[in-house]
């Protein structure tokens, strides 16, 4: 059973950094691709950045390339979501997600079958 459950959101002035965690407390952790997402009030959940089950390969959205960096601790069932230089447009709810495949299906939320409840993130100018 994978339990996802998201901490380190907050309010944060932009060009300021978070770092989002979000742990499992199941025992097959490693055996999923991890990844989060974000929604933004009035849109649709997208898609943020992956990371493969060894943490070798990861994947970004454009909109945070550059600026945030996803990886994953498997010995603490852990998934980390660093975002540095941070903009008002990333405010959003973030979502850590978990699934057993890892690839371009991620950049379409329903394809992905587990998700945390989120965690808040407020981007003031």
């Known amino acids: 059973q994978v339990q996802l459950v998201e901490s380190g959101g907050g309010l944060v002035q932009a060009g300021g950094s978070l770092r989002l965690s979000c742990t499992d407390s199941g025992r097959t952790f490693s055996t999923y691709a991890m990844g989060w997402f974000r929604q933004a009030q009035g849109n649709e959940r997208e898609f943020v950045a992956t990371?493969?089950?060894?943490?070798?390969?990861?994947l970004y959205a454009d909109s945070v390339k550059g600026r945030s960096t996803i990886s994953r601790n498997n010995a603490k069932n852990t998934v980390y979501l660093q975002m540095d230089s941070l903009k008002v447009e990333d405010t959003a709810v973030y979502y850590c997600?978990?699934?057993?495949?890892?690839?371009?299906?991620?950049?379409?939320?329903?394809?992905?079958?587990?998700w945390g409840k989120g965690t808040l993130v407020t981007v003031s100018s």
């Open positions: 997600a978990a699934d057993p495949t890892f690839g371009s299906s991620w950049f379409q939320y329903r394809s992905v079958y587990y």
């Open positions: 990371i493969s089950w060894s943490g070798g390969n990861t």
